[in-house]
């Protein structure tokens, strides 16, 4: 029981930390992202228009992988796997 109440407590604790913190913790976030952009944006770049072959005989970038999952052509070649 007492073990409980101590977790709740750090819990807490921890919360309380967060919010008055907050900023601190959200700057160091954005700043960390957008350094890392920064320092990959090649290796970003190549990853989003890597071109992919889907099995339904379709070429698409990998940044446009959900796009064409939802494409008739893509549905269409895997509705008859499915049933």
């Given at each position: 029981?007492?073990n409980?109440?101590?977790k709740?407590?750090?819990?807490?604790?921890?919360?309380q930390?967060?919010e008055?913190?907050k900023?601190?913790f959200?700057?160091?976030?954005?700043?960390?992202?957008?350094?890392?952009?920064?320092?990959?944006?090649?290796?970003?770049?190549m990853k989003?228009?890597?071109?992919?072959?889907c099995?339904?005989?379709?070429?698409?970038?990998?940044?446009?992988?959900?796009?064409?999952?939802?494409?008739?052509?893509?549905q269409?070649?895997?509705?008859p796997?499915?049933?």
């Open positions: 029981m007492a409980d109440d101590n709740v407590n750090i819990q807490l604790q921890h919360k930390y967060r008055e913190n900023e601190k959200k700057s160091t976030k954005k700043d960390y992202d957008k350094k890392y952009r920064e320092k990959n944006k090649e290796l970003i770049r989003k228009t890597e071109r992919i072959e099995l339904c005989g379709t070429c698409y970038s990998r940044d446009n992988k959900a796009k064409h999952e939802r494409t008739k052509k893509h269409d070649y895997f509705k796997i499915q049933q």
